[in-house]
Antibody, heavy 119, light 111 residues
Framework: QVQLQESGPGLVKPSQTLSLTCTVS??????????WSWIRQPAGKGLEWIGR???????NYNPSLKSRVTISVDTSKNQFSLKLSSVTAADTAVYYC???????????WGQGTMVTVSS | QSVLTQPPSASGTPGQRVTISCSGS????????VNWYQQLPGTAPKLLIY???QRPSGVPDRFSGSKSGTSASLAISGLQSEDEADYYC????????????FGGGTKLTVL
């Protein structure tokens, strides 16, 4: 079955760019009518949707983060990626990638990766 | 502050029925379906209910969802100790708040 795995640096300096990749295994990222999303969760807090990409490349972003977020897809590698610029301590969180499925819900999630913003 | 409003906590004893509410507005719950996610301690969220009241394969029928107007509810019957978790509601939002919005989460304690 389809599985998702996040990867990337666990520590990012303030003002720098956070970069994460989600690798899709067990199926093609291009098959079906799916969006691929990024969601984050600060320690002890709730979930925040960051944005998503369709395999055609079309994107939607959370307006509160839109000016700093770029989500891209590499179908040849079966991956999609997140870039968040000008990070601050407030961006410290567990970052999840998830499939935004045909049923209109996040039906598959990665295990999450902790990113700390600190000098 | 989350766009969807949930009580921060709920509790019940084994075998009891508990409900968790989720309140929104006309731009999200009022015009779109609601999903519920269960997050066990230290793990990623898992889809529990989609399209207001549909259960994915493998989710016990002890879990049920409903929606009325701009509010939704998750009910858990025959409460079990392994149900102790955080529960989040989510809905698509047609306004500038963004396509997907979540509730702040409800921590369910099994006494």
């Amino acid at each position: 079955q389809v599985q998702l795995q996040e990867s990337g640096p666990g520590l990012v300096k303030p003002s720098q760019t956070l970069s994460l990749t989600c690798t899709v295994s067990g199926g093609s990222i291009s098959s079906g009518s799916y969006y691929w999303s990024w969601i984050r969760q600060p320690a002890g807090k709730g979930l925040e949707w960051i944005g998503r990409i369709y395999t055609s490349g079309s994107t939607n972003y959370n307006p509160s983060l839109k000016s700093r977020v770029t989500i891209s897809v590499d179908t040849s590698k079966n991956q999609f990626s997140l870039k968040l610029s000008s990070v601050t301590a407030a961006d410290t969180a567990v970052y999840y990638c998830a499939r935004d499925g045909e049923i209109g819900a996040f039906d598959i999630w990665g295990q999450g990766t902790m990113v700390t913003v600190s000098s | 502050q989350s766009v969807l409003t949930q009580p921060p906590s709920a509790s019940g004893t084994p075998g009891q029925r508990v409900t968790i509410s989720c309140s929104g507005s006309s731009s999200n719950i009022g015009s779109n379906t609601v999903n519920w996610y269960q997050q066990l301690p230290g793990t990623a969220p898992k889809l529990l209910i989609y399209s207001n009241n549909q259960r994915p394969s493998g989710v016990p029928d002890r879990f049920s969802g409903s929606k009325s107007g701009t509010s939704a509810s998750l009910a858990i019957s025959g409460l079990q100790s392994e149900d102790e978790a955080d529960y989040y509601c989510a809905a698509w939002d047609d306004s500038l708040n963004g396509p997907w919005v979540f509730g702040g989460g409800t921590k369910l304690t099994v006494l």
